[in-house]
T-cell receptor
Framework: KAGVTQTPRYLIKTRGQQVTLSCSPI?????VSWYQQTPGQGLQFLFE???????NKGNFPGRFSGRQFSNSRSEMNVSTLELGDSALYLC?????????????FGPGTRLTVL | GDSVTQMEGPVTLSEEAFLTINCTYT??????LFWYVQYPGEGLQLLLK?????DKGSNKGFEATYRKETTSFHLEKGSVQVSDSAVYFC???????????FGKGMKLTVNP
């Protein structure tokens, strides 16, 4: 069974641009969560989606948004990029929502903002 | 809000040494507790978990016991291997949510 895939794996953008990151969960998984990983702040929760609905949102500005499609694939968007948005963005999937099942993480998308 | 505090390291050990990584948490109610491991260039992998007080999680020689009285979930391994070199994260989640709250992570290097 294929794992969680994230595309692209690496991105370089400049300040003020916007970016879209994609996450394909493990086949059959319907819950997707996103995390930002930085050396200073560590791993921070961004969003949680289940059946195309956002169930939970972390403490990030409105420039960070996301969505989930009917096939459970998810995208996150960051508008008006800032230098501080440089990070590894991780996606995780699990079969259902509710915190009952193990979450499986993808390898991440490394975003560099210049 | 909920938080997790763990040893940050980095820590370097020799092969076959004993490993302890301390983790304490602050949370309301009865969170589930996890240890995740991140190998270089990879995403996080669940190492072990415990969902209620006095539960012991174990996997690949690693163990951790959920201690509610001390709000701790320390990770231990009796004899580390070079292949255990990675970053270790302690985390918690509250019932009904996929949201994980992570500690800062600790980088472990094991030398032969």
């Amino acid at each position: 069974k294929a794992g969680v895939t994230q595309t692209p794996r690496y991105l370089i953008k400049t300040r003020g641009q916007q970016v879209t990151l994609s996450c394909s969960p493990i086949s059959g998984h319907r819950s997707v969560s996103w995390y930002q990983q930085t050396p200073g702040q560590g791993l921070q929760f961004l969003f949680e989606y289940f059946s195309e609905t956002q169930r939970n949102k972390g403490n990030f500005p409105g420039r960070f948004s996301g969505r989930q499609f009917s096939n459970s694939r998810s995208e996150m968007n960051v508008s008006t990029l800032e230098l501080g948005d440089s990070a590894l963005y991780l996606c995780a999937s699990s079969p259902l929502a509710g915190g009952i099942y193990e979450q499986f993480f993808g390898p991440g998308t490394r975003l560099t903002v210049l | 809000g909920d938080s997790v505090t763990q040893m940050e390291g980095p820590v370097t050990l020799s092969e076959e040494a004993f490993l302890t990584i301390n983790c304490t948490y602050t949370a309301t109610g009865y969170p589930s507790l996890f240890w995740y491991v991140q190998y270089p260039g990879e995403g996080l992998q669940l190492l072990l978990k415990a969902t209620k007080a006095d539960d012991k999680g174990s996997n690949k020689g690693f163990e951790a016991t959920y201690r509610k009285e001390t709000t701790s979930f320390h990770l231990e391994k009796g004899s580390v291997q070079v292949s255990d070199s990675a970053v270790y994260f302690c985390a918690l989640s509250q019932g009904g949510s996929e949201k994980l709250v992570f500690g800062k992570g600790m980088k472990l290097t094991v030398n032969p």
